[in-house]
């Protein structure tokens, strides 16, 4: 393969923009990855603070979605205990039962995701 610029033999090619660089116009950016100018590196940081941005933002939303969760499942499981005591309704006991467990273990799961360093 050529540069896209000398007609040398490339060495790579840019990580934002795809043109083959030759060793005399690729330069390697603050993110360690060949970039063929500064304006493409340039790109490519606006492109990691944006991605930086999504993840951590979703990280907070899978934070607030356990915490969201837990919630739910404390209150169904109050309701259990009340209809236990108070309504003495089967139904209605193993239902908010029901409930409580599915909210604790989707709150596991989202707590888990909140965790990870990356999300898949």
Request: proline residues 1%; contains cysteine.
């Amino acid at each position: 393969m050529k540069c896209a610029l000398h007609q040398a033999d490339a060495i790579g090619v840019c990580a934002w923009c795809g043109r083959a660089v030759c060793p005399a116009c690729g330069t390697l950016s603050a993110s360690r990855r060949l970039v063929c100018s500064g304006d493409c590196d340039a790109a490519l940081a606006r492109e990691t603070r944006a991605m930086d941005l999504i993840l951590r933002k979703s990280r907070q939303s899978a934070s607030a979605s356990a915490f969201y969760s837990f919630l739910c499942g404390a209150l169904s499981a109050g309701g259990a205990v009340g209809a236990w005591y108070y309504v003495s309704s089967s139904f209605l006991i193993w239902f908010c039962a029901g409930c409580s467990a599915v909210f604790i273990v989707s709150g596991l799961s989202f707590a888990a995701i909140a965790r990870r360093d990356t999300l898949n």
